[in-house]
């Protein structure tokens, strides 16, 4: 996101190891970074995007890339691009990047809409919500497949990247 040039301020939310990821962060280059408390994350994915959108609507934002922390595979272009076709006025408040069709993430959402998604509950992510602003949403056509790549693990890292280096050419 920092790379990308066009996103800040950077927050940040893990659910479960908020500790352990804010001391990797802090000793990393990643640059400033909040972190947001969401003491009731168990309850669910929701909370912690509800903690992050609280916290976002007191900062003078034009709209929230919600971004997942475990898709490395999102490259800074796919994030200039999500920000270059941002144009709430023209009718693009939402925009999902697509591969092949398939919707992917990050996603980002132009700030009158964020109020709607403090009514999730549990494991529910804001995507769920797309199909109501139809009107405002803009499928933005990229070649990336790691934007469709969750990667919950160490190995399914190892594997998406081995994967991705087979398919550039590169035998390393």
């Known amino acids: 996101m920092r790379e990308a040039g ?5 927050l940040g939310r893990d ?22 408390e969401a003491l009731d994350y168990a309850e669910g994915l929701s909370r912690s995007l509800i903690a992050g959108i609280h916290h976002a609507l007191t900062l003078p934002l034009d709209g929230l890339l919600i ?5 490395p595979l999102v490259g800074a272009e796919d994030l ?10 023209a009718g693009r408040a939402v925009i999902v990047p697509t591969v092949s069709g398939q919707r992917g993430n990050p996603t980002l959402w132009a700030r009158d809409l964020l109020p709607e998604m403090l009514a999730l509950t549990g494991d529910q992510g804001a ?9 405002r949403l803009f499928e933005l056509p990229r070649e990336n497949p790691g934007l469709l790549a969750d990667l919950d693990t160490p190995e399914a890292y190892r594997i998406a990247l081995a994967s991705l280096r087979l398919s550039l050419g590169d035998t390393k």
């Not at 995507?127 to 009107?135: A, S, Y």
């Open 80 to 89: 200039r691009a999500l920000a270059a076709a941002f144009d709430p006025a």
């Open 6 to 10: 066009c996103f800040a301020p950077i």
């Open 127 to 135: 995507k769920r919500l797309m199909d109501r602003f139809t009107d």
């Open 67 to 71: 971004a997942l922390a475990d898709m």
């Open 15 to 36: 659910r479960q190891r908020g500790a352990e990821v804010r001391a990797a962060l802090e000793a990393s280059e990643a640059g400033p970074l909040t972190f947001i």
